[in-house]
């Protein structure tokens, strides 16, 4: 079975930095991936996904991540963050269909 | 709406009572999941329907938790005889067939006393 880790369980940074939150996961012979945000009281929305092809994939609200097979990883980057991307992200990684393993997620805090 | 729907969105009950938790996929949408997630934690996968194939029942957690889905569309996903440690938020979320994004829904907060 596939695992994530997102080492990060908090990132605090300040608003108009940059910031990277970090996924790995285990190999497998395919995967695809994604990162989800969880706003308070909320679902989980898509933030972007790699399904194939370009390894840099750019999502909403300006996040864009990096697939990297041979460091299996994930990262996921803002150059400059703004006080509503404060919320919960979440990693996750799926190689069939009915499986989709989530991260433990990283709290972003982003402080004025 | 457009969007993956969950009733209710608040429960609170009594320790060894049952509840029925329901979730409206998004039209079209033939895979349908459900997941818990407790305070602070990730999500847990508990069960998943596609089409009408039998379900993927690996990640419930006990015999007191069950899943149906009718018609390919509607899910209930039942706790029997509550335990504290049920207390969650449940949620849903649905996809296209394939390794396609899953919507979700806002979740049930479920609170055992």
Do not use: M
């Amino acid at each position: 079975a596939q695992s994530v880790t997102q080492l990060d369980s908090q990132v605090p940074v300040f608003e108009e930095a940059p910031v990277e939150l970090r996924c790995n996961y285990s190999s497998s012979v395919s995967v695809y991936l994604f990162w989800y945000v969880q706003y308070p009281n909320q679902g989980l929305q898509l933030l972007l996904k790699y399904l194939s092809g370009s390894t840099l994939v750019k999502g909403i609200n300006g996040f864009e991540a990096e697939f990297n097979k041979s460091q299996t990883s994930f990262h996921l980057r803002k150059p400059s963050v703004h006080i509503s991307d404060t919320a919960e992200y979440f990693c996750a990684v799926s190689d069939r269909p009915s499986n989709l393993f989530f991260g433990t997620g990283t709290r972003l805090t982003v402080i004025p | 709406g457009a969007g993956v729907s969950q009733s209710p969105s608040n429960k609170v009950t009594e320790k060894g009572k049952d509840v029925e938790l329901r979730c409206d996929p998004i039209s079209g949408h033939t895979a349908l999941y459900w997941y818990r997630q407790s305070l602070g934690q990730g999500l847990e996968f508990l069960i998943y329907f596609q089409g009408n194939s039998a379900p993927d029942k690996s990640g419930l957690p006990s015999d007191r938790f069950s899943a149906e889905r009718t018609g390919g569309s509607v899910s209930t996903l039942t706790i029997q005889r509550t335990q504290q440690e049920d207390s969650a938020v449940y949620l849903c979320a649905s996809s296209l067939v394939g390794p396609q994004p899953q919507h979700f829904g806002d979740g049930t907060r479920l609170s055992i006393l």
